[in-house]
């Protein structure tokens, strides 16, 4: 079985795949893909760097992930752009080994954690047997985000805004996790998913 983990930026993403990969589920990090595929070298940072400039890259030609940021999240046609390098490989690399780990180990959980999976649209769904959205009233996730990132209520709404809405993710979920009341109500909820699912 697979399931697609999403939610919004500060939700706890995190804290719940650390509870089902403590359980035994297998995690594939779609942060850590993106991460990968802008280390120097790779193919992908060098077409970011092609269409957004050398002064989003530092002098040993990895990438200055605040200069990109800077430009993104003050300019939505600029995301795009980005995103449509970026997202159909990550796609790719997601598919290739959410196939490998349910071939190795047919009897696991193969989890996806996937920030943008909506934002994606049907690209991305049609992967998954459910989707667990990991959910934040937005107050508290602006609350969460600034704290988090040390930045200031109008960065945190810029960042907000380049997602879909946490209320509206919730709506769509097959299983939702209500992060909000502190890490032993959010372990029962995911105890609860684990047994229901039979996995263990």
Same mark, same amino acid.
């Given at each position: ?80 752009? /980005? ?5 159909? +490989? ?5 598919? $290739?080994? %959410? *196939?490998? !780990? ?13 920030? /943008? ?5 049907? +690209? ?5 047997? $459910?989707? %667990? *959205?990991? !959910? ?65």
């Amino acid at each position: 079985m697979n399931i697609g983990l999403t939610g919004g930026i500060a939700t706890g993403k995190s804290t719940v795949s650390s509870l089902l990969v403590a359980r035994g589920a297998l995690l594939i990090d779609a942060d850590q893909i993106a991460r990968e595929i802008m280390l120097p070298g790779h193919p992908i940072l060098s077409q970011v760097a092609e269409h957004f400039g050398q002064a989003i890259l530092q002098e040993d030609g990895s990438l200055n992930r605040k200069a990109l940021g800077n430009i993104i999240f003050t300019n939505p046609e600029e995301r795009k752009v /980005l995103e449509s390098i970026t997202h159909p +490989a990550i796609r790719r690399i997601i598919r $290739e080994r %959410m *196939v490998d !780990y349910e071939a190795q180990y047919p009897n696991k959980l193969v989890v996806a954690d996937i920030p /943008l999976l909506y934002e994606s649209g049907s +690209a991305y769904e049609d992967f998954f047997d $459910e989707i %667990m *959205v990991v !959910y934040i009233p937005r107050e508290l996730q602006l609350e969460r985000l600034m704290k988090r990132d040390g930045i200031n209520e109008e960065q945190a709404e810029n960042r907000l805004r380049a997602q879909q809405d946490i209320e509206w993710k919730k709506e769509r979920a097959d299983i939702v996790i209500d992060n909000r009341f502190g890490p032993e109500e959010t372990e029962q909820q995911i105890e609860q998913f684990w047994r229901r699912k039979g996995l263990g």
